[in-house]
């Protein structure tokens, strides 16, 4: 019966409030986030904190000297079942040059030219 609380109710609360980090790690590591607790719109609320978060992390770095700007730390994301707490979103690399072409092009209206397999 427990399992299948709501996890927002009071005793899955205390449970994971209880849980070391450890544990709750070791669940999230090779979980699916699909499969995870959270329905649709507690998934786009905590997207929603992260992305006001950036914000006023960048609010703040925009308007600080460039040296206390060093001290300032991003935020880090809200917990979400299934997803390791990592601390920071992965870091994307660079867009390729033929990407960034087919990308204007595509903002521009025109069709971008086929793909060179690589």
Do not use: F
């Amino acid at each position: 019966m427990v399992e299948h609380l709501p996890p927002e109710s009071a005793v899955m609360t205390a449970l994971r409030n209880t849980a070391p980090d450890g544990a709750l790690d070791e669940r999230a590591a090779g979980s699916d986030p699909a499969s995870g607790r959270w329905s649709q719109s507690d998934m786009l609320l905590a997207q929603l904190i992260d992305a006001v978060r950036q914000l006023s992390h960048c609010y703040v770095v925009a308007n600080t000297d460039s040296k206390a700007r060093k001290k300032i730390t991003p935020p880090e994301p809200v917990a979400r079942p299934g997803i390791p707490r990592t601390g920071q979103a992965p870091v994307r690399g660079r867009m390729s040059g033929a990407a960034a072409e087919a990308l204007w092009q595509i903002m521009r209206g025109t069709t971008p030219a086929p793909a060179q397999p690589t």
